[in-house]
């Protein structure tokens, strides 16, 4: 299995974002990572 990685960046990024909708509405921010870890597995998958 490969391994995806953010650049730091980006990571930052989609953690701030997360922490931005978290505060909104509890979950949010938890959706929202899950979303794009679930995006990244399906982009990458052979």
Do not use: C, W
């Amino acid at each position: 299995m490969k391994v995806i990685g953010f650049h730091p960046n980006a990571d930052a990024e989609v953690t701030e974002a997360a922490q931005y909708y978290e505060i909104r509405q509890i979950g949010l921010g938890s959706d929202l990572l899950a979303e794009v870890e679930r995006g990244l597995n399906q982009s990458f998958i052979p």
